[in-house]
């Protein structure tokens, strides 16, 4: 009787293990030590579809593709040679509609093993889908035994009102406990508080019809109290008279959970560090990259809040602002002990560095901070300071001190930028003093030369004529002598005027930018030239520098169309825009290409044009040169209007 009991009780233990075999998500398979296919379970049919099936009882290679045979076949002969242990690749497989479907296979050597005495092979990856029925063969129930105590994931039977039943020995792999140990235990004591609601309800059996899968993730506690992430196939099979609970499939999904978060972390923050980097590249100002680099830093790690610290040029740390919460924490870190060292360590060798602090202030845990360099051309020229509550073991510290050197290299350009920006300055107003001096040189000369030399030039030519009409020479000779001697005092009277006029034209001081630009266009008429001027400006004087420049392009743009146009025609143009002035000098000449002229570099190459340009710059102004081979030159000056003051 005894003997027929424990049959019995073997039998039903082997049909529900059988049962639990055949419903599993894993897709298992039996191999002989010669390839041969000799079991397949339902899930491993349904991936593979009918040829699984099909290929009962032939070497298992059929279903390989051809290619990768030779490789399955090597690694399978290897670990059959071996007498125990395990492999595993991944190979191409046929599945029911003739494609090749990539799967990993592993092959577990158990032919020495009582009762099941083959290769175990399981499959990889295989979705919980509805299951096809199989005969169930009592034969086999060591076997299916073997399998489900040996199987990757755990398997186990709840009761209605989710006790356990049985568990497989996996859970001890997984969570640390025996099987023991929790049957008779309710599935709800070890999940997670705030998961339990949702698993509950994938446990509830209640409207479900029989045979139903639910697919559901919930945080199961550890031995260790730590909690791991299970994903679970859970399957109606209360009304099944082998099992008469429902079954649940599960595996720890806690590290692939662990790697996606991370890898979505990852990209925002390369996303986040990417967007900076745009911004930085575009050469902002100092403040700028200072609030995107602490707004970005929030982003990528999970901070309470940030400052940044420049350093000076005596060596000393400011702060540039802060963000993050409401600023609290810096006032009260900036000054303990942990602080100031940490800082000085990263001056000192240029790497991060942790440190942690306890506020005395009520109401402050813990503060956990990260000071990462500012680095520039191998110098520390700043800190990044960062502050948290679990700062050493979170996510982003590497991807910070990605950001921070981006930000070092844009705040090192910012400042170079900025110097640059100040010599350009002082270049600029060194050339306007310059210009000035020449220009009051210029003033001085021509008036000592008006006041001098052409005074004295002047009263010979008077004396000389007054001479000539009291004397009459009687002699040819001395007659014409002495229309000579006249002739020359009067062309040193006209040149004594012409350079007067070109050092500083008095009608420019007198009468004002029009009338000066008349005058010069005259000389032109005088030798020939066919010459227009459009004076939109008529009596309206100007600020005398601003007179003075526009009046110098205009004869430096005379001197070069004389020198190198080969024309005689020049139109000139001078208008007021609103708040305006706008002279344009155009010739019919020969014309040239801008941008070749411009980048001459020789010490008097195109020094007429760099002169234009110095002096419409000085004035705010915008030069603009057209021109091409053949077609003429046109050059344009826009400058802001200032009048004379009192002057209309």
């Not at 990539?102 to 099941?116: C, D, K, S």
């Not at 009761?159 to 099987?179: H, Q």
């Not at 801008?594 to 044009?609: D, F, I, K, R, T």
Request: glycine letters at 8%.
């Amino acid at each position: 009787m005894t003997e027929l009991i424990g049959e019995r009780s073997e039998q039903s233990s082997s049909a529900t293990l059988h049962a639990l075999l055949e419903h599993s998500r894993e897709g298992i398979a039996l191999v002989d030590a010669d390839g041969k296919m000799l079991y397949a379970n339902p899930a491993i049919a349904h991936v593979l579809g009918a040829s699984a099936n099909d290929s009962l009882g032939q070497n298992f290679a059929i279903l390989v593709h051809p290619e990768d045979q030779s490789g399955a076949a090597e690694v399978f002969a290897e670990l059959v040679s071996r007498g125990g242990g395990e492999a595993s690749g991944v190979f191409r497989w046929r599945i029911g509609d003739g494609s090749w479907h990539p799967l990993q296979a592993t092959w577990t050597n158990q032919l020495a093993v009582p009762g099941i005495e083959a290769v175990v092979t399981r499959f990889s990856e295989i979705g919980p889908l509805p299951l096809p029925a199989q005969p169930f063969d009592l034969s086999t129930s060591r076997q299916f035994q073997v399998l489900i105590e040996n199987a990757v994931h755990i398997t186990a039977i709840l009761e209605r009102d989710g006790t356990i039943r049985y568990v497989s020995p996996a859970v001890e792999r997984m969570l640390g406990y025996s099987a023991a140990a929790l049957i008779g235990m309710s599935a709800s004591d070890i999940i997670h508080p705030e998961d339990a609601p949702a698993a509950s309800e994938c446990f509830a059996s209640q409207g479900q019809p029989a045979g139903l899968s639910q697919l559901c993730q919930f945080r199961a506690r550890h031995k260790d109290g730590s909690w791991r992430l299970l994903e679970a196939i859970i399957t109606n099979r209360l009304d099944d008279p082998q099992i008469g609970g429902i079954v649940v499939d599960a595996r720890d999904v806690t590290e692939r959970k662990w790697s996606a978060e991370r890898l979505q972390h990852s990209l925002e923050a390369l996303l986040a560090i990417h967007q900076v980097g745009r911004l930085l590249g575009s050469n902002p100002e100092q403040q700028a990259i200072g609030a995107a680099l602490l707004d970005s830093a929030r982003r990528i790690a999970p901070i309470d809040e940030a400052v940044l610290l420049l350093r000076t040029a005596r060596g000393n740390l400011t702060s540039t602002g802060g963000s993050g919460g409401i600023g609290k924490i810096w006032p009260i870190v900036r000054r303990t002990r942990a602080a100031r060292a940490a800082r000085q360590q990263v001056l000192r060798t240029g790497t991060p560095q942790f440190f942690r602090t306890r506020p005395s202030e009520l109401g402050f845990s813990p503060i956990e901070a990260w000071d990462l360099p500012l680095r520039a051309q191998e110098r520390v020229i700043g800190i990044l300071e960062v502050y948290g509550t679990n700062l050493l073991a979170g996510p982003g510290i590497d991807e910070l001190s990605i950001l921070a050197d981006q930000a070092a290299s844009a705040l090192e350009r910012a400042r170079l930028y900025k110097d640059l920006a100040e010599r350009e300055r002082r270049l600029e107003a060194l050339v306007r003093q310059l210009l000035l001096a020449e220009e009051e040189e210029r003033r001085r000369v021509a008036y000592e030369i008006h006041d001098g030399l052409a005074q004295l030039a002047w009263a010979a030519q008077q004396h000389l004529e007054a001479f000539a009409a009291q004397y009459r020479a009687h002699n040819k000779q001395r007659r014409d002598e002495l229309g000579q001697a006249l002739a020359l005092a009067s062309r040193t009277v006209r040149e004594a005027r012409r350079v007067i006029a070109g050092l500083r034209p008095a009608i420019l001081d007198d009468f004002g930018l029009a009338s000066a630009i008349s005058f010069e266009l005259q000389a032109q008429r005088a030798d020939g030239w066919e010459v227009e001027f459009n004076d939109g400006l008529g009596s309206i004087r100007l600020d005398p520098s601003l007179e003075t420049a526009l009046l110098r392009v205009v004869q430096e743009a005379l001197t070069n169309i004389r020198k190198h146009a080969h024309s005689k025609r020049v139109a000139v143009s001078l208008e007021r825009r609103a708040n305006l002035i706008y002279v344009e000098i155009r010739d019919w000449g020969r014309g040239f290409r801008p941008a070749v002229a411009q980048a001459a570099v020789g010490p008097s190459e195109h020094v007429g044009l760099a002169g234009m340009q110095e002096r419409t710059a000085l004035i705010n102004g915008r030069l603009t040169i057209r021109s091409r081979p053949g077609a003429g030159t046109r050059i344009q000056v826009l400058a802001p209007l200032r009048e004379l003051a009192g002057k209309a």
